[in-house]
């Protein structure tokens, strides 16, 4: 990398690193470290092909969902997440009950999110966090709509499994779709 | 409110309280950007100076002191003794404690083979029993080592094989092909060698390919998994069991397997089990026929991914990476109560006995994951053995990450006594 490569690529980590960082921690289940690992990793790939990249942001995203999908069957140490104690559920009848009961459920989520597998939770990420429709999810892990759609299925009732408060809610749209998937099946170009 | 409801606002706010990243970063990327290219050149410099130090040692070595076991004879011979080579890094001469055997090992590799494909490759180095040393061999695709450490079930390359040759690991040679009728792509031994269950795919089950704008290998995503065969080794005889991947069956979804997804038999011979790494439980048990039958009792604590599985008696069984007492260390199950006890290890590969076990592990105060050493561990104690020499961590080599197959990686295959 010459002089202006190396300008260049400094200042587009120092511009978007925290964002990658959030997006980063988030496939690794919270896990900070891990997921500061995850982005170096996926940059430094990044800077050995840094002068024949166009679009520096979509590609670093690219790496980071394929790497973390693909080390999914790493034998290494899932950290534990550490996450505060839920609040005591309050009263029903206290104000502000109902942003307690919420509060707590986005935390039994959080630890539930965080004993997914990798590729689970890399599509809720992708779906639910960065809002991408199924074909761009597809697209980019370089799976079919139908593997998508049926993961992100399995995700949610593993979700379902691991934190049994959540069976009061309602279905997801995902989770509301007919038994047989019709979708077409291949994006490739 | 919906479950995506929740997830949607639990990951917000996750993200959210992230503080941001440490000024600096791009330095941090740079500097490990420079150490991993400087860490290659040195690599290949080590890889050199090896190869010239073997080929002085060997003479040397091979004086004769090998030859201690017996050729042939019928009754399994357990060897007590311990043969350790920690500096051996792939080894070149027999590992082995309490007759658990590094029967061989592989050295995986990414071969191109079009634009859009390739195959993950492994290059086994398998023991001769008679001389006690490593030896190269490139016909194979895919090796189960029978318990004994004297026969192989092999596959030839292009999987998947229309036979399975029986190796005789101290001649070299086939000493009968089983011809199957669906391709066989995976292979691995009943735990009193007698039987052989072979998995059937359509497709090669370690293609990798590319798609649209990637720079790297990766498996598909899609299963071409049709079946398994349960061979009787002496006869070579056995039927294939069709097992449907879940899109089959009219459920939703596409298949969700790995693209090599292997059975096995359990411990006790009586059904036919695979991981399932999206279903609820992770594995899924089948009778001999391929018919789908509940978890059994004693086996509900098994884990795919962990090598070595139940001990020899039965009692235990070797669980993941565990991470509490030790910075490195993995569960023990109990196989009835499904209480934990924490082993040293990093990754358990092989039991030695009911107390002992064969897995990676890294040095003390090691920062590299990657970094790892074949060592004996026992329950209850705090002693590690090294076994063989350290892999090279694989940080080493720009392009990949984690898991994928890398020169410098070498990956073992055990046989129990």
Request: proline share 8%; hydrophobic share 25%.
């Given at each position: 990398m010459n002089a202006e490569g190396l300008e260049s690529f400094r200042d587009f980590v120092d511009s978007r690193s925290s964002a990658l960082l959030k997006t980063a921690v988030l496939l690794c289940g919270g896990d900070q470290h891990a997921g500061e690992d995850l982005l170096q990793n996926a940059l430094v790939r990044t800077a050995g092909r840094w002068q024949k990249i166009d679009e520096p942001e979509a590609y670093v995203r690219q790496v980071l969902y394929r790497q973390q999908v693909s080390r999914?069957?790493?034998?290494w140490p899932r950290r534990e997440v550490s996450v505060a104690?839920?609040?005591?559920?309050?009263?029903?009848?206290?104000?502000?009950a109902d942003t307690a009961a919420a509060a707590e459920l986005r935390l039994v989520m959080r630890q539930a999110l965080s004993r997914l597998t990798a590729r689970q939770r890399t599509v809720l990420v992708l779906r639910?966090?960065?809002?991408?429709p199924e074909a761009d999810v597809a697209r980019l892990l370089g799976c079919s709509v139908g593997t998508v759609r049926s993961t992100t299925h399995r995700s949610l009732a593993r979700l379902r499994q691991l934190a049994?408060?959540?069976?009061a809610l309602g279905p997801a749209q995902a989770e509301r779709?007919?038994?047989?998937d019709y979708s077409p099946v291949e994006v490739r170009p | 409110m919906n479950v995506d409801d929740i997830v949607r606002d639990a990951l917000r706010e996750q993200a959210a309280e992230q503080p941001p990243a440490a000024a600096g970063f791009a330095d941090r990327v740079l500097a490990v950007r420079r150490r991993r290219r400087t860490r290659r050149i040195a690599a290949a410099a080590v890889v050199t100076v090896a190869v010239v130090a073997i080929g002085v040692g060997v003479p040397l070595l091979d004086?004769?002191?090998?030859?201690?076991?017996?050729?042939?004879?019928g009754g399994i011979v357990v060897e007590k003794k311990t043969k350790a080579h920690p500096d051996q890094s792939p080894p070149r001469e027999e590992i082995s404690v309490g007759g658990t055997t590094l029967a061989g090992y592989f050295i995986p590799d990414t071969v191109k083979k079009t634009a859009e494909t390739a195959v993950y490759q492994r290059t086994y180095h398998l023991l001769n029993p008679r001389t006690g040393k490593y030896a190269k061999t490139v016909d194979w695709s895919w090796v189960a080592v029978a318990p004994g450490a004297k026969t192989a079930a092999v596959l030839e390359q292009d999987?998947?094989?229309s036979r399975i040759g029986l190796l005789d690991l101290t001649t070299g040679k086939v000493e009968r092909w089983i011809p199957v009728d669906h391709g066989a792509g995976g292979l691995a031994f009943s735990r009193d060698g007698r039987k052989l269950v072979a998995t059937t795919y359509t497709?090669?089950?370690?293609l990798r390919v590319k798609t649209e704008g990637d720079i790297e290998w990766s498996p598909e995503w899609t299963s071409s998994r049709t079946g398994f065969y349960v061979l009787d080794?002496?006869?070579g005889k056995g039927d294939w069991n069709e097992v449907r991947l879940a899109?089959?069956?009219?459920?939703?979804?596409?298949s969700v397997l790995n693209s090599r997804q292997d059975f096995a038999l359990t411990d006790d011979g009586l059904h036919v089990w695979s991981g399932n790494p999206m279903g609820d439980i992770g594995k899924e048990f089948w009778d001999l026929k391929g018919n789908k039958v509940p978890t059994p009792a004693k086996d509900?604590?098994?884990?795919?991914?962990?090598?070595?599985?139940?001990s020899p008696d039965g009692s235990l069984v070797a669980g993941e990476f565990a991470?509490?007492?030790?910075?490195t260390s993995s569960w023990i199950v109990d196989?009835?109560?499904g209480e934990t006890t924490e082993v040293h290890g990093q990754q358990l590969l092989a039991w030695?006995?009911?107390k002992q076990l064969i897995a990676w592990d890294i040095g003390k105060?090691?920062?590299?994951?990657?970094?790892q050493r074949l060592v004996l561990v026992t329950i209850g104690s705090d002693k590690e053995t090294p076994l063989s020499g350290f892999r090279q961590?694989?940080?080493?080599?720009?392009g990949e990450a984690g898991?994928?197959?890398?020169?410098g990686r070498w990956e073992p295959v055990f046989a129990q006594p």
């Open positions: 999914w069957r790493l034998k104690e839920p609040p005591e559920p309050a009263g029903s009848g206290e104000p502000g639910y966090f960065e809002d991408l049994p408060e959540l069976t779709l007919e038994s047989r | 004086s004769g002191k090998h030859d201690v076991r017996p050729s042939g004879g999987l998947p094989a497709k090669n089950p370690d080794v002496a006869s899109s089959d069956d009219g459920r939703l979804g596409g509900k604590h098994l884990q795919w991914y962990v090598d070595a599985g139940k991470g509490k007492r030790w910075k196989a009835a109560t030695v006995g009911n105060n090691d920062k590299s994951e990657f970094h961590s694989d940080e080493g080599i720009e898991n994928a197959g890398n020169a």
